[in-house]
Every structure is written in C-alpha cells, then in structure tokens.
Nanobody
Framework: QVQLVESGGGLVQPGGSLRLSCAAS????????MSWYRQAPGKQRELVAV???????NYADSVKGRFTISRDNAKNTVYLQMNSLKPEDTAVYYCKSSIYQANYWGQGTQVTVSS
C-alpha cells in the first residue's frame, strides 16, 4: 500500500504559477510511474501528465508548454510545475502511482485560477 499526499494547491490569478508536490510513502518510489490527473466540477477526471521510472514524460495537449512534471526519487516526491495558468485549469489535482496493475491515488489538492 502506498500513501500519496498532495500539496501546493491554492488560488492564483490567470497567468500565474503554482507548483504541486506529491509525497509518497515507502521505499519503492523509484519503481513507480507517476501521474497527475485533474477533475473539474461536472467533468470526468482527466490525465494531465505522466513521468515514467526512466524519466520519460507525456502531457495532455491542453497543458503542453505550460506544465512540467518532474520527480525526485531521493525525496519520494513528484512535482507539477504549472505556469501561465488559465481559468480552465481550475480543478482538483490528484497524483497517482502505478506499478504493474496496482494504482494508488492521493486525496487531491484544489487549484483555482481566478481574478
């Protein structure tokens, strides 16, 4: 069982930046693919970004060029740097760890982009 704790969400004006963090428990973090998802009110949860154990990354088209996912295996933490934020980025952001068929989710952190 992996416990994931997200932090770093909040209220930011359009064009601003936030950095989300997701800290994982245990000693197997480096073996997990890590992802960020988001869910806006009334919408389905959607994939935002993925980083593999080898450091390869992939992004949703809507965030390419604005968001950057990274990981620090020494700190058991994955990050999501979000720049040039837009109102449509408003959502609860979740991190997920994946290994084989096992997936674990954090509790989410709210990001609100509004003036």
């Amino acid at each position: 069982q992996v416990q994931l704790v997200e932090s770093g969400g909040g209220l930011v004006q359009p064009g601003g930046s936030l950095r989300l963090s997701c800290a994982a428990s245990g000693s197997l973090f480096r073996f997990y693919d890590m992802s960020w998802y988001r869910q806006a009110p009334g919408k389905q949860r959607e994939l935002v970004a993925v980083i593999t154990t080898g450091g390869s990354t992939n992004y949703a088209d809507s965030v390419k060029g604005r968001f950057t996912i990274s990981r620090d295996n020494a700190k058991n933490t994955v990050y999501l740097q979000m720049n040039s934020l837009k109102p449509e980025d408003t959502a609860v952001y979740y991190c997920k760890s994946s290994i084989y068929q096992a997936n674990y989710w954090g509790q989410g952190t709210q990001v609100t982009v509004s003036s």
